[in-house]
């Protein structure tokens, strides 16, 4: 078991760029988040996956995120028109069952960095 | 919506030394109570988890967290910190299938 993974690991962009990420969780596991972390905060949640499923998308996504998970394997994070507000750490999760006591094994992240 | 918060922004500690790390936490349900650690350019590392039973949770790196239901607290202890220790700790609750996260605490260990 090989853990989580995020690519790329760091990521600059110009303003207006769009940018993708992708999170493979790790293997056979339900259920997959993301979230973001800006400096001298705590994560906070953006959406999570059951399986191929989106169930919830937070007020923070605005309409320029969308998130994937297709065949419920690994997820991608697109930005659309990026803005400097999204610079900050994104990362991935997942967790193997569908309750709420399960644990959350979290990538390594992607630093966003918009110029 | 369950909260938490921690009550220290920065802890400096000296090697060997103990150090304690406090967490408040709002709700009205049961709750699902962790501690993650990030280290530098790192993602977030389980501790500990508090689920049900036992009030005293012990975790990896010989940290352990008691939980109180009285006073809503989940303080994360540890009786002898490690240079490797320093690092950012995070206090979480589970909201259903989402964690809310506390804003961090900052450890830094000095010789």
């Known amino acids: 078991d090989t853990g989580v993974s995020q690519d790329p690991r760091h990521k600059i962009t110009k303003r207006g760029q769009n940018v993708t990420f992708r999170c493979d969780p790790i293997?056979?596991?339900?259920?997959l988040y993301w979230y973001r972390q800006t400096l001298g905060q705590g994560p906070e949640f953006l959406t999570y996956?059951?399986?191929?499923?989106?169930?919830?998308k937070s007020r923070l996504l605005s309409d320029r995120f969308s998130a994937e998970r297709p065949k419920g394997s690994f997820s991608t994070l697109e930005i659309q028109r990026t803005e400097q507000g999204d610079s900050a750490m994104y990362l991935c999760?997942?967790?193997?069952?569908?309750?709420?006591?399960?644990?959350?094994?979290f990538g390594p992240g992607t630093r966003l960095t918009v110029l | 919506a369950q909260s938490v918060t921690q009550l220290d922004s920065q802890v400096p500690v000296f090697e060997e030394a103990p150090v304690e790390l406090r967490c408040n936490y709002s709700?009205?349900?049961?709750?699902?109570l962790f501690w993650y650690v990030q280290y530098p350019n790192q993602g977030l590392q389980l501790l500990l988890k508090?689920?049900?039973?036992?009030?005293l949770v012990k975790g990896i790196n010989g940290f352990e967290a008691e939980f109180n239901k009285s006073q809503t607290s989940f303080h994360l202890r540890k009786p002898s910190v490690h240079i490797s220790d320093t690092a950012e700790y995070f206090c979480?609750?589970?909201?259903?299938?989402?964690?809310?996260f506390g804003a961090g605490t900052t450890v830094t260990v000095r010789a």
């Open positions: 979480a609750v589970n909201n259903d299938y989402k964690l809310s």
């Open positions: 709700s009205s349900v049961s709750v699902y």
């Open positions: 999760a997942s967790s193997e069952g569908l309750a709420g006591s399960d644990t959350q094994y």
């Open positions: 293997s056979e596991h339900n259920r």
């Open positions: 508090y689920l049900s039973g036992s009030t």
């Open positions: 996956f059951q399986n191929e499923a989106q169930l919830e």
